[in-house]
Every structure is written in C-alpha cells, then in structure tokens.
Nanobody
Framework: QVQLVESGGGLVQAGGSLRLSCAAS????????MGWFRQAPGKERAFVAG????????PYAASVKGRFTISRDNAKNTVYLQMNSLKPEDTAIYYC?????????????????WGKGTLVTVSS
C-alpha cells in the first residue's frame, strides 16, 4: 500500500524559505513521478510542481516558477519542495501526490495517492 507522509510546514515571514519533504513507501519509488499540490483557504486544490520518475522533467505552476524547486532522492524515497521568497498568497495546505502509473505521466490526469498534507503559513 502506497503511503505518503509530508513534513516541513510551519509559520514563516514573507520573503522567507521552507523546505517540505514527502517520504514515500509501499512501492518502488524511483519508477514513479511525484507531485506537490496545495489548497489555500476557500480555494480548490491546485498543482504546484511535479518531477518525473527520472527527475529530468519538472513542471511548475506559473505562480511559483523561479521561487520553488522540486527535487527527489531515490535512495531516501523522498521528494522535496524548496520554497524561497515566500509570499502570503503561498499560505496553504501542501500535499504530496503520485500516480498509479509508472514512468511518464500526463500531469493533467488525476493523481491516485495523496498524503495528509502539511500546513504552510506565510505572514506579511
């Protein structure tokens, strides 16, 4: 059974940085793409960033491009989201997610497995 556990959220001032982690278990981590999503208060959950199974493809939402960096460590079965130059509008619950499909995926397709999320609050 696939399990995803996020960590690293917290309260930070605008302009600050945080690094989120997502530890995965239950299958061969290196064969699957991984993604980060977020849900702000009163809004729908939205895609933030993704990383392909090989790590060479990393799409980002326009709102975070240039500020956030996604990476993966297959030896640790972990995906990271480094968030710099944080803004109050980045405040949200951040979720890690992955697909049932191995190898390359279509990032617009729904993800199949989700973590419980970690809260990021950016104060102005």
């Amino acid at each position: 059974q696939v399990q995803l556990v996020e960590s690293g959220g917290g309260l930070v001032q605008a302009g600050g940085s945080l690094r989120l982690s997502c530890a995965a278990s239950g299958r061969t981590f290196s064969s699957y793409a991984m993604g980060w999503f977020r849900q702000a208060p009163g809004k729908e959950r939205a895609f933030v960033a993704g990383i392909s199974w090989r790590g060479g493809i990393t799409p980002y939402a326009a709102s975070v491009k240039g500020r956030f960096t996604i990476s993966r460590d297959n030896a640790k079965n972990t995906v990271y989201l480094q968030m710099n130059s944080l803004k109050p509008e980045d405040t949200a619950i951040y979720y890690c997610a992955t697909s049932k499909r191995r190898w390359d995926i279509n990032w617009s397709d729904p993800m199949d497995y989700w973590g419980k999320g970690t809260l990021v609050t950016v104060s102005s």
